[in-house]
């Protein structure tokens, strides 16, 4: 296992397009997040899932953003009809849980520009 | 909701000299974890505490938690230019942490 891979690496989009992206978490965590992160700032929460399960969404996750993980494994992020305010890093990270000591295994990101 | 703040925002040492950064948050936190975030990198995960008053140490970088678990703080001795980078502490639940926005360290040689 590699760690945590996430796919592209970077996507340029025209404002109004659709994007996805693709995280592969370590394959025994059962708990995957989806952060986002802007320039000079920590990662912001943005959704949670253990197992296949999404057990919370951020408020900063509009209507055009929808997370899925289907069967517990790879998770995708699907932003519509994307805004320029849209445009930030956008980090996968999984973990066992905080209880067990771990902490969080961060993907390298996605860096999203909407121009 | 809960905030984690952390100052300063910008740590610019000397090689060989010592530094603390320092977190703070509104509300009484069950653990809080550190991250080093190299320039161009992703967040990696340093440490997790847990306990009240708990310290931990990692070579040349010690971490603390506060008695009141509001409060923490990161202090490296004898920096090094491998010392470079953005130091996020994050509290939270079972589930969910919150990010401090960092202190970007830049170190003189």
């Known amino acids: 296992d590699t760690g945590v891979s996430q796919n592209p690496r970077h996507k340029i989009t025209k404002r109004g397009q659709n994007v996805t992206f693709r995280c592969d978490p370590i394959s025994e965590h059962n708990r995957l997040y989806w952060y986002r992160q802007t320039l000079g700032q920590g990662p912001e929460f943005l959704t949670y899932f253990q197992n296949e399960a999404q057990l919370e969404k951020s408020r900063l996750l509009s209507d055009r953003f929808s997370a899925e993980r289907p069967k517990g494994s790879f998770s995708t992020l699907e932003i519509q009809r994307t805004e320029q305010g849209d445009s930030a890093m956008y980090l996968c990270?999984?973990?066992f849980g905080i209880g067990t000591g771990d902490g969080y295994t961060f993907g390298s990101g996605t860096r999203l520009t909407v121009v | 909701g809960q905030q984690v703040m952390q100052i300063p925002q910008y740590q610019h040492v000397q090689e060989g000299e010592d530094f603390t950064t320092y977190c703070n948050s509104s509300t009484t936190l069950s653990n809080i974890q550190w991250y080093k975030q190299r320039p161009g990198g992703h967040p990696v995960f340093l440490i997790q505490?847990?306990?009240?008053?708990e310290v931990k140490k990692q070579k040349r970088l010690t971490f603390q938690f506060g008695e009141a678990k509001k409060n923490s703080s990161l202090h490296i001795t004898a920096t090094q230019t491998t010392d470079v980078g953005t130091y996020f502490c994050?509290?939270?639940?079972?589930?969910?942490?919150?990010f401090g926005a960092g202190t970007t360290v830049t170190v003189r040689a």
């Open positions: 994050a509290g939270g639940n079972d589930y969910k942490l919150s």
């Open positions: 990270a999984s973990s």
């Open positions: 505490l847990v306990k009240s008053g």
